[in-house]
């Protein structure tokens, strides 16, 4: 990468030289903040990590069986004849090579890993790439350069910064490919005409309203909740009140039965 950044340091003076009638236009994205607010992105890298995920625990239960089979052997070796131990040994060297086929198999050069990666990621890549170079050329810059990649930059303008265009660029293109109709046609026309701070703005309004939506909808339900509350307060204290009639009348009852009871008593 040194050599790399001395490369383009060369070819940039040059370029400078030969083309000293023009200045030069250099712009630069920030490849980590373009692919972290991609969503198919975020999805396929989920997907990856997952496999990753399934593939390590795999490594680690059959290395944890390998560490169990070597203690089973120390523990049992001096009741083990000569032809035993060496049988067991040679199974734990088939095992621990087995573990080192899968992990080549899934870690290699040529694994599944890279494979994957190539499947779900690259292309997503592919098409952040595609759209740098769109904008690169549409406004005409010399070089674009990745602000996340190691190559050291000492001070950048924010206003080289081309990666919001960028990921403008990549919802388009995802948009026309989701067009099922005339209506949504019209509608990606009328947004692909607006500028980058215009969609900022509109988003922004946008923003807004969801929040101020949110905040109705949070005070409708407090109220609810409040109405409910007292609603149910309410009735508990109704039906307090229905109960302590109930008991009332009831031991009224009691009382009189009882009275007559004691006079029939009496009489007989």
Same mark, same amino acid.
């Given at each position: 990468?040194?050599?790399? %950044?001395?490369?383009?340091?060369?070819?940039? /003076?040059?370029?400078?030289?030969?083309?000293?009638?023009?200045?030069?236009?250099?712009?630069?994205?920030?490849?980590?903040?373009?692919?972290?607010? %991609?969503?198919?992105? !975020?999805? $396929?890298?989920? +997907?990856?990590?997952?496999?990753?995920?399934?593939?390590?625990? &795999?490594?680690? !239960?059959?290395? !944890?069986?390998?560490?169990?089979?070597?203690?089973?052997?120390?523990?049992?070796? %001096?009741?083990?004849?000569?032809?035993?131990?060496?049988?067991?040994?040679?199974?734990?060297?088939?095992?621990?090579?087995?573990?080192?086929?899968?992990?080549?198999?899934?870690?290699?050069?040529?694994? =599944? /890993?890279?494979?994957?990666?190539?499947?779900?990621?690259?292309?997503?890549?592919?098409?952040?790439?595609?759209? %740098?170079?769109?904008?690169?050329?549409?406004?005409?810059?010399?070089?674009?350069? =990745?602000?996340?990649?190691?190559?050291?930059?000492?001070?950048? =303008?924010?206003?080289?910064?081309?990666?919001?265009?960028?990921?403008?660029?990549?919802?388009?293109?995802?948009?026309?490919?989701?067009?099922?109709?005339?209506?949504? !046609?019209?509608?990606? &026309? &009328?947004?692909?005409?607006?500028?980058?701070?215009?969609?900022? &703005?509109? @988003?922004?309004?946008?923003? @807004?309203?969801?929040?101020?939506?949110? @905040?109705? @909808?949070? /005070?409708?339900? =407090?109220?609810? $909740?409040?109405?409910?509350?007292?609603?149910?307060?309410?009735?508990?204290?109704?039906?307090?009140?229905? +109960?302590?009639?109930?008991?009332?009348?009831?031991?009224?009852?009691?009382?009189?039965?009882?009275?007559?009871?004691?006079?029939?008593?009496?009489?007989?």
């Amino acid at each position: 990468m040194r050599n790399y %950044v001395i490369t383009l340091c060369i070819s940039l /003076l040059s370029f400078g030289t030969t083309e000293a009638q023009r200045s030069i236009r250099l712009g630069y994205v920030d490849m980590n903040y373009i692919l972290e607010n %991609v969503p198919e992105y !975020k999805e $396929a890298q989920a +997907q990856l990590d997952n496999k990753v995920a399934g593939w390590k625990n &795999e490594i680690e !239960k059959r290395n !944890k069986e390998i560490d169990q089979m070597r203690k089973t052997l120390e523990n049992e070796r %001096v009741l083990l004849t000569q032809e035993l131990i060496k049988e067991r040994e040679d199974e734990i060297r088939f095992m621990q090579n087995e573990i080192l086929d899968y992990q080549q198999k899934r870690f290699g050069p040529e694994g =599944d /890993l890279i494979k994957q990666r190539s499947v779900l990621v690259e292309p997503i890549q592919d098409q952040v790439f595609n759209a %740098v170079q769109e904008i690169a050329k549409a406004r005409q810059y010399d070089f674009v350069l =990745d602000k996340s990649s190691e190559l050291v930059m000492l001070y950048a =303008d924010k206003r080289h910064d081309i990666s919001d265009q960028i990921l403008l660029s990549i919802k388009r293109s995802s948009k026309r490919n989701q067009i099922n109709s005339r209506a949504d !046609k019209q509608e990606l &026309e &009328e947004t692909e005409a607006l500028t980058l701070d215009q969609v900022e &703005e509109r @988003e922004e309004r946008e923003a @807004e309203a969801d929040a101020k939506q949110t @905040e109705r @909808e949070r /005070l409708i339900a =407090d109220r609810k $909740a409040t109405r409910d509350s007292i609603q149910a307060a309410k009735k508990a204290a109704f039906e307090a009140r229905r +109960q302590k009639i109930l008991e009332e009348r009831q031991r009224r009852r009691d009382s009189i039965l009882e009275a007559r009871q004691k006079i029939k008593d009496s009489i007989n």
